[in-house]
């Protein structure tokens, strides 16, 4: 939980133009759900709504809380350093099994069990029928934490400036 953001020594940093916070940029849409494939049942999945930056939480180490835009790279890092965050520690859950039992820290308030999507693909019937005449079934559970078809904890951002309209676009 973030508790403060302190950007005050950030903001009179040599060549900082703007600093930013998920304070200014949550009313922004959030990061789009790729993610379109119908689940178990024909249910869609349940949006994180993932922020620009942070506003009220981290979900993860890494997840950007501020933006320094400065007239350098090197001056934009620098004041980023200033940058202090109080964070509140929250009861936290890695493992997926875990995560969905009763009693698990709740990742999002809107996704109750933690569970925002349920795939299945294939034909249960024909699988079924394959366990039963085989020669022999072999059973394992195989585990494979945080797999995603996209980079993790990226740390950048595409920026894009209209002047016309005086806006950004992030």
Do not use: W
Not at 72 to 82: G, K, Y
């Amino acid at each position: 939980e973030i508790l403060s953001i302190d950007t005050s020594a950030a903001k009179a940093a040599p060549g900082v133009i703007a600093v930013l916070t998920g304070a200014d940029t949550g009313h922004m849409a959030p990061l789009p759900q790729m993610q379109q494939t119908p689940g178990v049942g024909g249910k869609k999945i349940i949006a994180t709504g993932r922020d620009v930056l942070a506003v009220k939480k981290a979900m993860f180490s890494g997840q950007g809380v501020a933006f320094v835009v400065a007239t350098s790279a090197a001056e934009a890092m620098d004041a980023a350093e200033m940058i202090v965050v109080d964070y509140k520690t929250l009861p936290c859950v890695v493992d997926a099994e875990e995560a969905m039992k009763p009693g698990a820290p709740q990742l999002y308030d809107h996704i109750p069990g933690n569970l925002c999507y349920e795939f299945e693909y294939g034909n249960a019937e024909k699988a079924a029928a394959a366990f039963k005449t085989a020669a022999h079934v072999t059973k394992i559970v195989l585990d494979a934490p945080r797999i995603a078809g996209n980079p993790m904890e990226p740390k950048a951002a595409v920026v894009n400036y209209d002047k016309k309209r005086d806006i950004y676009d992030v």
